[in-house]
């Protein structure tokens, strides 16, 4: 048996166990509220400076 068929193996097992869990699972919600908004009044400029503060606060 070579790494390849081991892997290949183990992950077949990890997806049925997930996707059992995801089915059985009493906790999911049946319906999603919610909204999504777009922002596209800044330029590339604007965006670019600010994510260049984010990351200027990170460090």
């Known amino acids: 048996m070579g790494i390849g068929d081991y892997d ?5 097992r990890h997806e ?8 059985e699972s009493d906790n ?12 596209d009044g800044s330029s590339t400029g ?5 994510l260049r503060k984010i990351k200027s606060n990170e460090s």
């Not at 290949?8 to 077949?12: C, D, I, M």
């Not at 049925?16 to 089915?23: C, D, Q």
């Not at 604007?46 to 600010?50: I, N, P, R, V």
């Open 8 to 12: 290949q193996r183990e992950y077949e």
């Open 16 to 23: 049925r166990a997930i996707s059992e869990i995801e089915s």
């Open 28 to 39: 999911q919600p049946n319906e999603y509220r919610g909204k999504i908004t777009f922002d």
């Open 46 to 50: 604007e965006l670019l400076e600010k």
